[in-house]
């Protein structure tokens, strides 16, 4: 079993920044592909970023790329999402998942391939 707990959410103006903390419980979690998704209310879930267990592959969305780094840190079990130039579309609850098996690239992007989920953080950005 991994636990997954979000932190660093919060409330900044647009182009600000913030770095969102995924921190994993677990032995085996260091070995698992991480994903951090987001959903704005009224809105189905969607794929922000992810990263494979090695650490060196990683993968973003299109309405993310170049503003946000996912990374992670084995010594701490953490995952990060930095976050650059938030816009308000940005504004959402951010979710932090582990994928245990491996999956296609593709799938990387699909929430149902993940069997572990945080509480999820808010992350509102104002105009």
């Known amino acids: 079993q991994v636990q997954l707990v979000e932190s660093g959410g919060g409330l900044v103006q647009a182009g600000g920044s913030l770095r969102l903390s995924c921190s994993a419980s677990g032995r085996t979690s260091s070995s698992y592909d991480m994903g951090w998704f987001r959903q704005a209310p009224g809105k189905e879930r969607e794929f922000v970023a992810a990263i494979r267990w090695t650490g060196d592959i990683t993968y973003y969305a299109d309405s993310v790329q170049g503003r946000f780094t996912i990374s992670r840190e084995y010594a701490k079990n953490t995952v990060y999402l930095q976050m650059n130039s938030l816009k308000p579309e940005d504004t959402a609850v951010y979710y932090c998942?582990?994928?245990?098996?491996?999956?296609?690239?593709?799938?990387?992007?699909?929430?149902?391939?993940?069997?572990?989920w945080g509480q999820g953080t808010q992350v509102t950005v104002s105009s």
């Open positions: 998942a582990a994928c245990r098996f491996w999956v296609a690239d593709v799938l990387l992007r699909v929430p149902a391939h993940y069997d572990y």
